[in-house]
């Protein structure tokens, strides 16, 4: 799965974060933010659990490239 970059971004800006201090309350590393932010690396579940919870408004379709069709 491969992060919105642009959305995800401006999330960061909006919230007045930096990228450190977003991996930092996430609970992850610096690197693997900006590599995933930068497409080198793709999301955890770890990563994309601490998204959900830092910006609730959001949903996972909006995060990401991946569309689920239902079943």
Same mark, same amino acid.
Do not use: D
């Given at each position: 799965m491969r992060l919105r970059t642009e959305v995800v &971004?401006?999330?960061? #800006? =909006?919230? !007045? $974060?930096?990228? !450190?201090?977003? *991996?930092?309350?996430? @609970?992850?590393? &610096?690197? #693997?933010?900006?590599?995933?932010? !930068? @497409?080198?690396?793709?999301v955890g579940r770890k990563l994309?659990?601490?998204?959900?919870?830092?910006?609730?408004? =959001?949903? $996972? *379709? !909006?995060?990401?490239? =991946?569309?689920?069709?239902?079943?």
């Amino acid at each position: 799965m491969r992060l919105r970059t642009e959305v995800v &971004k401006k999330l960061i #800006y =909006e919230s !007045n $974060l930096s990228q !450190n201090q977003l *991996a930092v309350q996430i @609970g992850i590393s &610096k690197g #693997y933010l900006s590599n995933s932010i !930068n @497409g080198r690396r793709g999301v955890g579940r770890k990563l994309m659990s601490g998204l959900l919870r830092m910006f609730p408004e =959001e949903c $996972l *379709a !909006n995060l990401t490239h =991946e569309r689920r069709v239902g079943l």
